[in-house]
Every structure is written in structure tokens, then in C-alpha cells.
């Protein structure tokens, strides 16, 4: 069986990481560098790096910035916020990105998805999804760090953003993100469900049974945190080692 | 004074910044660099890479890096090959069509069989790699590595060596075990990434430098 990846996410608003509730950034919570060093030593197995402000600012992400934070990270870092170049994808490569996540300019133009994927393959390009639940069985796809609604069907917009050639999936929940109260289970299912890239999922993680329960009920393949790590409720080896004793396989 | 030189070689596919910063961090100045004369003076060799075996070779070609990198390898000059860049190395490439490689290393890179469980392809995440059986990883780039370390893979292909004494890790996969690494003399090629695998990883580039 495959190894589930852990994910520490860093939200960024200026030189800080922040902890966004509702996607709303609310609190500082320290400096990316340091935060990324001690999750990469704790065993991270990739580490995403968002900058929260930039789509909605109509703003790059600060490149020098990124370059520093992931100058002795030696583990995958996917970057995103205010990505609608094949320019931008260039810095954020050079910067120490291995992969970029696009929500915001993807929705304004979809066929980018395909331009950034024909020039640096799938596998860099990770398709960022932030759904709200507007009913039973439907979520809406939001944009500028959740702050925009798109009109679209977030399933029916995942599933167009892997023909137009995403290699993953990083399916956001507004709704839970910062509640600690678990992960978006029926969202994550209906979207794992037809999907043939990997999923990451984001927002809810409250503690270790609800990594347990979206790796087993909702079929992630990562499991992307921020809180419960910037907080250190949980590490990331205890989350490990809780999912390896329940029988989930992930990088020790 | 005669520095060490190590090219890491650009040829216009993948991001490099991150293999520079691999052999930084063990206080080595890698080069970048796309000239075949850099490759010809380089004391070791790394060809990275990540994207479709067609382009990868029209990138050497265009740049005359054939005959360099081929070059080197004759002279057994460490070289490592990573990801797409180790796939270049041997005799053909089966992505979107017949490719010829540079036939360092006899074998093909073909598409990964159906898998169990309807396993994902692209294989994306941490895999381990173990060596064969009654096989040493001493005096190679996985000395004092634990068997069934994990490696960071992002690949739809995988290497089919045509010689078993080349392979010098296996890995699993939807129930499907490949080589995922190979040798031949000095010549090493990694179907994950050793700058993106953590500790290991760096254990890896450190082994590499040792050599040279």
C-alpha cells in the first residue's frame, strides 16, 4: 500500500505565517523560515506555501521570500497564491517551488491549467479547488483566498480541471478550514471518488482521528494541516505514528 | 589551485535550483550550465530532468550535449542521472512514441502495467527502495542507507534494464516491483528524486560526492 503524505501548510501574509479561520487571516503565528525548517526536520513529507493575499491583492507572491524559506528544505514545497503566468511558474520554480497551485486565474481562465501543464508537465501543476457548501450535495468554488464566489460546481469544476490536465487535486473546505472539527467528509468522498490524480485535502483538521478518518472514509491520498501543527497540538510524527499503528502507511 | 567541478546540466526541461542547493548544502558550488564544454571539464556529471523523453532529447541535441554527456560516461566519470535525466541515459524511451536515448545503460523506459488496486499513475509520493537480493549497497551512492529507505517519486515510466547487474534498487508499486535505480561503474541513475527525499536523499548526494 502506498504512503499517505503528511502536509504542513503555511499561509502567508507579508513576511508572517498566519492562521487563517474561514480562510479569514487572523492571528500571526511566526516566521515561515523557522516554521518550515522545523516541520521539514519533524518529517514532513512535502510542505505547501500559500500566499493568502496575493490573487486578491492582484499581486505576485514575494519570491525572495520563498527563495529564503526554502533554501534548506530538502522535501516537495507547492506554492501558490497569485500565480496567472507561465512567467510566474518560472520564478516560483526558480524560487524552490516544485509545484504550483492555482485557484483564482485557473476560474478566470481555464485553459491556463493546460498551458502551465504542456510547459512544465501534470505533475507540477496542482489544481487548488476552495469549496463552501451551498446545499446538500453542492459546493460552490470560491476564489481570492475564499473571499470570491465563482458560480461554479466545485465537483463539476474539479473534474474539468483534470481534463484540462491537473496532476493533483487540493481540495480546500471554507467551511471547516480553522474549525478544527475534521475534514469536509462528503466533499472529499464525492471528489476522491471519480478522480484518477492524487487528492490533498485542507481545512478541518481538529486532531489525529480526523487524518484517520479522511485517509480511510474520504480517500485522500495527503492530508495538508496548518494549525494543529503551527500550534503544536499534534506533531507530525505523532500523527504518523497514530496512522501507522492504524494501519495506514506513511514515511517514518 | 583545482576545485572540484560538478556540472549539473541544464538542457531546458525541469527546475535546477533545488539539485544546486542539494550539493550547497555539502559546501559544493554546483555549475548550471548547457555548454557541452562544461560537461567535457566537469570531474562529475548530473543530468536532472523532469518531463517527456522527446523533449528531453531534442534539449540535448539542440545544445550538442549528446556527445558530451557520452563522453563523460566513457571516461566513467561519476555522473548520476535523476528522474527523467537517468531515463536518457538508457538505450530507448517508449513515451508518445520510439525515442532513442543515449544508450549509456542497455534497456528501455517503458509505461508503468496496469496496477492493483487501480493504483494511481502518475506515481506521485514516498516510495522505498530496497537493494536485490544477496546485493550490497556498499561502495555505491546507497552506502549506509537502511534497506527500504523512502525516496520521493514523481513518474509515469520506469526503467526495464536489459542487464540485472545494472540495477541497484527495487521498488513496489501497485503490487508492481521495478529497478528503481541502476549502475554501471560510476554511471548512477534514480527514478525518484534524491534532492526532493529528505535526509536520505541528502545521504544520497553526499555518497555521490564521495565518489568523485
Partial sequence: ?252 | MNKTKITIVDYGVGNLSSLKKAFKFFGMEADISEDPQSVERADAVVLPGVGSYEAGMRGLKVRGLVDAVRGAAEKNRPMLGICLGAQLLLSQGLEFGVFNGLDIISGKVVRFPDLENNEKIPQIGWNGVCPLKDQTWQKTIFDSLSENFNAYFVHSYIFNLDNKEDMLGLTKYGGYEFCSAFKKGNIYGCQFHPEKSGPAGLKIIKNFIDLI
Avoid at chain 1, 515561515?32 to 522545523?38: I, T
Avoid at chain 1, 516541520?39 to 499581486?59: N, T
Avoid at chain 1, 508537465?121 to 459546493?139: M, P, T
Fill in chain 1, 1 to 252: 500500500m502506498k504512503n499517505i503524505r503528511i502536509m504542513p501548510r503555511l499561509d502567508i501574509k507579508g513576511p508572517n505565517v498566519v492562521k487563517p479561520v474561514h480562510t479569514e487571516a487572523l492571528h500571526v503565528v511566526g516566521d515561515p523560515k523557522e516554521l518550515a525548517q522545523r516541520y521539514y526536520q519533524q518529517g514532513a513529507d512535502e510542505i505547501i506555501y500559500m500566499d493568502i493575499v496575493a490573487s486578491l491583492y492582484g499581486r505576485n507572491l514575494d519570491f525572495d521570500l520563498l527563495r529564503s524559506v526554502t533554501e534548506n528544505i530538502f522535501v516537495p514545497v507547492t506554492v501558490g497564491g497569485g500565480i496567472r503566468t507561465i512567467h510566474d511558474i518560472n520564478n516560483a520554480l526558480r524560487a524552490g517551488a516544485d509545484k504550483v497551485a492555482i485557484n483564482t486565474y485557473a476560474i478566470h481562465r481555464p485553459e491556463f491549467i493546460s498551458e502551465a501543464a504542456k510547459e512544465f508537465g501534470s505533475q507540477c501543476i496542482v489544481l487548488s479547488i476552495e469549496a463552501k457548501k451551498q446545499s446538500d450535495g453542492f459546493w460552490e468554488a470560491y476564489t481570492d483566498g475564499g473571499r470570491e464566489s465563482s458560480g461554479l460546481d466545485a465537483i463539476e469544476w474539479a473534474k474539468r480541471g483534470l481534463e484540462l490536465g491537473a496532476g493533483e487535486l487540493m481540495i480546500t473546505s471554507i467551511d471547516q478550514d480553522g474549525t478544527g472539527r475534521g475534514y469536509d467528509l462528503d466533499l472529499i468522498k464525492k471528489i476522491t471518488s471519480f478522480v484518477s490524480v492524487p487528492v490533498i485535502v485542507y481545512g478541518g483538521a481538529g486532531n489525529q482521528e480526523s487524518f484517520l478518518k479522511v485517509i480511510n472514509d474520504g480517500g485522500a491520498d495527503a492530508v495538508a494541516a496548518a494549525s494543529v501543527f503551527h500550534y503544536r497540538n499534534l506533531s507530525i510524527p505523532g500523527v504518523k505514528k497514530f496512522l501507522k499503528i492504524n494501519g495506514i502507511n506513511v514515511r517514518t
